[in-house]
């Protein structure tokens, strides 16, 4: 397969080089506004440069991963579909709502496979906990609480083009606490606190969301790890419950030489961020 990649920073960078080690895949194309950032990943994976999105596109490409900055999803999924191209698209969809459903009204009926990152879907320990909600095996569900611990703030610069952490890193847990229960949100409020003198408010989350699910439910950003409880009737202790941990090490070539082994990499909430 030849695959194209739109945006090569944090993410952008660990996909390419997964990307490259997989034996499907023959080539890669790439494409980024920084030019200093595609020469060295052309440099380093033997991948295409494209000029830009659209020359990407125009590429032979089979699938395409865009793992750009947040506010140009949109833009980048809408003209991977008009195209026909099957998309990877980072999380979130969009930075708000509208956005998202202009996005998700071009691709129902488009035919165009669309796949949006959500990735602790995949991830065996909230596989098990799911298993153990939907089985029965856990009992009525009373309680879940999901917490995404950062080692260290993200730039400025970043949350503001991300849309803030509660859109960039909590919409993970957002995503994860329906997955797990298999039911929607009935009311979500939040309240928020700075700890970082050096920042300002509006640069948060350091944050507490309370929602509900029927279950009580408590979404918490900080920094850092991630503790993930899941407790039913039927589970007092936290220490009973399903390991919430990253599956079986990552395919050959996946991990970058002196980077954390999966293991710890599963440590860090929102996947490869750093
Ligand atoms: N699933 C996860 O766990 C996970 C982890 C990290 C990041 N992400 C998501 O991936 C996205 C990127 O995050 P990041 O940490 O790599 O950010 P980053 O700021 O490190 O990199 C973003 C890159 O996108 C490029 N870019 C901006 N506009 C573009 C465009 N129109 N076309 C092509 N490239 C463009 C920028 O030049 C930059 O190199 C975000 O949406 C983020 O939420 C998801």
Redesign the pocket.
């Known amino acids: 397969m030849r695959i194209g990649i ?7 960078a660990f996909h390419t080089e997964t990307l490259a080690g997989l034996d499907v895949v023959d080539s890669l194309v790439v ?4 030019a200093a ?1 595609v020469a060295a990943v052309t440099e380093r994976f033997g991948a295409t440069a494209a000029d830009s ?1 659209e020359a990407l596109l125009a590429a032979g490409i089979d699938g395409v991963v865009i ?4 506010d ?2 949109p833009e ?1 999924v809408l003209a991977a579909v008009k195209a026909g191209i099957p998309v990877f698209c ?3 969809v969009a930075r708000g709502v509208e956005e998202s459903l202009e996005v998700l009204r071009a691709v129902e009926g488009s035919g165009v496979e669309v796949h949006i ?1 959500y ?1 602790r879907r995949f991830d065996a320990g909230f596989t098990a906990a799911r298993r153990a909600v939907v089985s029965g095996e856990l009992g009525a569900l009373h309680t879940i609480r999901s917490t995404t611990l950062d080692p260290a703030p993200p730039p400025a610069a ?1 949350v503001a083009a ?1 849309g803030g952490l509660f859109r ?1 890193c909590t919409v ?1 847990d957002f995503d994860i606490v329906r997955w797990v229960t298999g039911r929607e949100v009935v009311e979500v409020y939040a309240t928020r606190r700075l700890n970082i003198p050096s920042r300002s408010p509006k640069h948060g989350p350091y944050t507490e969301l309370e929602r509900k699910t029927g279950a009580a439910g408590t979404t918490v950003v900080s920094f850092p790890p991630p503790l993930s409880p899941v407790i039913g009737s039927r589970v007092p202790r936290h220490s009973d419950m399903p390991p919430l941990r990253p599956p079986a090490p990552a395919a050959r070539g996946a991990r970058r030489r002196g980077s954390p082994r999966p293991r710890d990499r599963g440590s860090r909430p ?4 750093r």
């Not at 739109?6 to 952008?12: N, V, Y």
């Not at 793992?67 to 947040?70: E, G």
């Not at 929102?270 to 961020?273: E, I, L, Q, S």
């Open positions: 739109m945006g090569l920073g944090r993410i952008g494409t980024d506004p920084v950032t999105p793992a750009a900055a947040t140009a999803h980048l980072e999380k979130p990152g990735n970043y991300s960039d993970h929102c996947g490869a961020r």
